[in-house]
């Protein structure tokens, strides 16, 4: 297995256009994860799905913001009508369904917003 | 959501020296994980801590979780510049990352 991979690697868009990204995990992994972050933060925890389940989402995540994992493998991330303050990394991550399981990220989708 | 408050936020160092970075939060976790992120790529797990008063060493990075649970530090002994990257901690229930701390280890 190859870890998490996500694409993809850069993203440039003009303001008002929509995106989207695509996350493969590890493929034993039923965990995925979304988060976003700006330079030098932490990640910012922005949605999470069990299989094809979308369990829980940040208040972060605006409307503008979906999410999918709809055969319980990939995922994607779409953001409608981008705003400049969108402009972040995107990363994913997969992990096993156990409390403190660790997380497997990918190294990210950098979106810039112009 | 439970925060998790990292200090200091970046650390600049020569080679050689040794350094601690702390994270801390007024709510009691079950464990904490501690993740390095090095420029263009995602975090990597270093250690889940789990036990209160738990010690554990990895190489020259020594972590400690808290007797309370409520905080945890990370000390590295001799830093090399391979060590530079932003420093994680992380809740179990991964919904909740550190603010981090950004680490340069210069020549």
């Known amino acids: 297995d190859t870890g998490v991979s996500q694409d993809p690697r850069h993203k440039i868009t003009k303001r008002g256009q929509n995106v989207t990204f695509r996350c493969d995990p590890i493929?034993?992994?039923?965990?995925l994860y979304w988060y976003r972050q700006t330079l030098g933060q932490g990640p910012e925890f922005l949605t999470y799905f069990q299989n094809e389940a979308q369990l829980e989402k940040s208040r972060l995540l605006s409307d503008r913001f979906s999410a999918e994992r709809p055969k319980g493998s990939f995922s994607t991330l779409e953001i409608q009508r981008t705003e400049q303050g969108d402009s972040a990394m995107y990363l994913c991550a997969s992990s096993l369904a156990m409390r403190g399981a660790p997380l497997h990220f990918g190294n990210g989708t950098r979106l810039t917003v112009t | 959501t439970q925060l998790l408050e990292q200090s200091p936020q970046f650390l600049s160092i020569q080679e050689g020296e040794n350094l601690t970075v702390y994270c801390n939060s007024s709510?009691?976790?079950?464990?904490l994980q501690w993740y390095r992120q090095e420029p263009g790529e995602g975090p990597v797990l270093l250690v889940t801590?789990?036990?209160?008063?738990e010690v554990k060493k990895l190489k020259r990075l020594t972590f400690q979780f808290g007797d309370a649970r409520k905080d945890s530090s990370l000390h590295i002994t001799a830093a090399q510049p391979g060590d530079t990257g932003l420093y994680l901690c992380?809740?179990?229930?991964?919904?909740?990352f550190g603010t981090g701390t950004r680490l340069q280890v210069t020549l």
């Open positions: 493929s034993e992994h039923n965990r």
């Open positions: 801590v789990v036990t209160g008063g």
């Open positions: 992380a809740g179990p229930s991964k919904l909740t």
């Open positions: 709510s009691v976790f079950s464990s």
